[in-house]
């Protein structure tokens, strides 16, 4: 059994940078296909990106490819999303989530597991 903690989020003006963790206990993150979704006000959750040992990365939104990096921290059992260039309409709950067969793109509930969120605001 896998369980997800993310961290990181907070409060930060436009053009900043937040660096988030999915942190992961009772496994280990390396088998696994790790997706990123964010949830802004008043909108469906959507996938970000997800990462498999078969698929490669695949980010799903053009808007953030370039300026969100992940990568994994397997000494660590860490996921992370590193987010530069912070805009206003990044604001919103990030989830990150786990898959043992892939990536199920933005199925947030087809994932194995997945975590609880952590809050994003950007806002001057």
């Known amino acids: 059994q896998l369980q997800l903690v993310e961290s990181g989020g907070g409060s930060v003006q436009p053009g900043g940078s937040l660096r988030l963790s999915c942190a992961a206990s009772g496994s280990t993150l390396d088998s696994y296909a790790i997706a990123w979704f964010r949830q802004a006000p008043g909108k469906e959750r959507e996938a970000l990106l997800c990462d498999s040992w078969h698929g490669g990365l695949a980010y799903y939104v053009d808007s953030v490819e370039g300026r969100f990096i992940f990568s994994r921290d397997n000494a660590k059992n860490t996921a992370n999303l590193q987010m530069n260039n912070l805009k206003p309409e990044d604001t919103g709950i990030y989830y990150c989530?786990?898959?043992?067969?892939?990536?199920?793109?933005?199925?947030?509930?087809?994932?194995?597991?997945r975590g609880q969120g952590t809050q994003v605001t950007v806002s001057s």
């Open positions: 989530a786990a898959a043992g067969r892939g990536c199920y793109y933005d199925n947030f509930r087809a994932y194995d597991y």
